[in-house]
């Protein structure tokens, strides 16, 4: 009979936590002349279940053991090309990651994504080529721990569950199993990395909105946006001599202090101003004339009583003259940086797109300092101005442009060593409105979304 000891001896030898030696294997023996089918045996026994429901916390400590364990040898020089690098740098931006787990046929080796920070960090290897079906822990080569598995994806799932842990990074030759079994374990900024294209069941979003391509890889963040941004003003260059009639289109209500401000980043390139008051009470319309009156191009300033922000965008859409080319939408928080200007009436010239999702750059202090966060956060605001009127918006909060192709143009990823993207919105969230304000609105977003059903 296999007794409760026998079961927590065995339970920490499995785990390494004590040595697998020749006189454990032969004691084991002892109740079974096959090891590996005794072992198997006791993992399926009661007494083992019973241990390991009974000790879950014990389960916590063995691993978060892993995660805070730092080896005294220095790691070995790795030779690292620059997708590396970058990744690493990517992962140290983005925070400690405290549970890696790495698949069959990893799109990276280990040792690009080790160490990670400050040695608190463990990562949890599928290997089937690994004996054992529970984890074994060993030292891994810069100073972090290793947990590796014969297990697969639904075993490795029921390993974390069981920790209590959540995962933080992914990196998979892309198989699907594993990542519809290690989703609902997944911290809410977990990073994805594959080889191949991620699957778009990850998330309740379009997965080209969220992927980046980092040479060979697809990058993905799921629940949420990845690849923190600090922005990085560059000199404005010179503006063609013949650029597209471009329209500048906005809905606003209350935004006397905001609105100038908007208006003057893109009078530069604007050809017409296109403004709807949606039911202000202060100065707005008042400073709006005022300022578009000093800019001597066309304007159209009227009101409309909506509570649906597509009825709003739409109705914005119809006041743009024909004669214009092109329809930016902006907020009255929102900018156009003057190194933008060149580069956005360069895009139109060459556009072979009706609709364009400009990434958006969210600033969560007043100037524009600090992370840029959330990003990626696209907004299909560039339309093209057909006479038939058929780009319409959508939704009646979070509106958008739907059923028609929509290009997507580069981000921000100079962090990675890649360009600066864009052209970009620049979004000042907390520029004209308290937290308050703002915690304000989103509650007004979510009344509204609840009124019409999220549609």
């Known amino acids: 009979m296999i007794t409760d000891q026998d079961v927590v001896d065995l339970y920490r030898c499995l785990l390494n936590r004590a ?26 026994s009661a007494e083992f279940a019973r241990l390991y429901a009974g000790q879950s916390a014990g389960a916590v400590t063995l691993i978060a053991g892993a995660m805070i364990r730092n080896a005294t040898a220095a790691a070995p020089t790795v030779a690292e090309d620059a997708v590396a690098i970058r990744l690493r740098d ?7 990651v405290r549970l890696a787990v790495v698949t069959d046929k990893p799109c990276v080796p280990l040792e690009t994504l080790l160490p990670l920070e400050d040695g608190a960090a463990c990562v949890l290897h599928a290997n089937p080529h690994c004996e054992s079906s529970l984890p074994g822990l060993r030292e891994f080569p810069g100073a972090q721990a290793l947990i590796e598995t014969g297990a697969g994806p639904a075993g490795v799932a029921e390993i974390v569950r069981q920790a209590g842990l959540q995962i933080d990074l992914v990196a998979s030759g892309g198989d699907p199993a594993w990542f519809d079994a290690l989703r609902p374990h997944m911290a809410s900024r977990a990073i994805i990395m594959s080889d191949r294209d991620l699957p778009e069941a990850m998330d309740e979003w379009d997965g080209i909105e969220r992927t980046l391509r980092v040479g060979p890889l697809h990058i ?44 003057a980043s893109v009078a530069a390139v604007a050809y017409c101003f296109v403004i709807l008051d949606t039911g202000s009470t202060d100065e707005t319309a008042a400073r709006a004339a005022s300022f578009l009156q ?12 909506a509570e649906r922000f597509d009825d709003m965008r739409n109705a914005a859409l119809d006041l743009v003259p024909p004669e214009a080319d092109w329809v930016l939408m902006l907020d009255a928080d929102e900018e156009l940086a003057p190194e933008d200007h060149a580069k956005l009436l360069d895009l139109l010239r060459g556009a072979d797109h009706d609709a364009y999702a400009l990434p958006r750059y969210n600033y969560l202090v007043p100037e524009k300092q600090g992370e840029v966060a959330p990003y990626p956060d696209r907004q299909v605001r560039l339309l093209r101005n057909l006479a038939d009127r058929s780009l319409r918006y959508e939704g009646a ?59």
């Open 294 to 305: 000093l800019t001597g191009k066309p304007w159209t300033l009227r009101r409309i009583e």
């Open 19 to 44: 040595p697998e030696s020749a006189d454990t294997i032969a004691a084991f023996k002892a109740y079974y002349a096959d090891f590996a089918a005794g072992r198997q045996a006791v993992l399926d």
């Open 90 to 96: 990517m992962l140290r931006r983005h925070g400690a």
């Open 397 to 455: 909060v979070h509106e958008t442009v739907r059923d028609v192709p929509v290009c997507r143009l580069p981000l921000d990823a100079r962090a990675l060593g890649q360009g600066p993207g864009g052209p970009h919105i620049h979004h000042m969230v907390r520029r004209y409105r308290s937290a308050e304000a703002e915690a304000q609105k989103q509650e007004q977003y979510r009344a509204i979304a609840a009124r019409f059903g999220g549609k």
């Open 220 to 263: 993905r963040h799921v629940g949420g946006w990845f690849l923190p941004v600090c922005y990085e003003p560059r000199p404005a260059e010179t503006l063609p001599a013949e650029a597209p009639r471009l329209a500048i289109a906005a809905i606003v209500r209350n935004e006397q202090e905001a609105l100038a401000n908007m208006l």
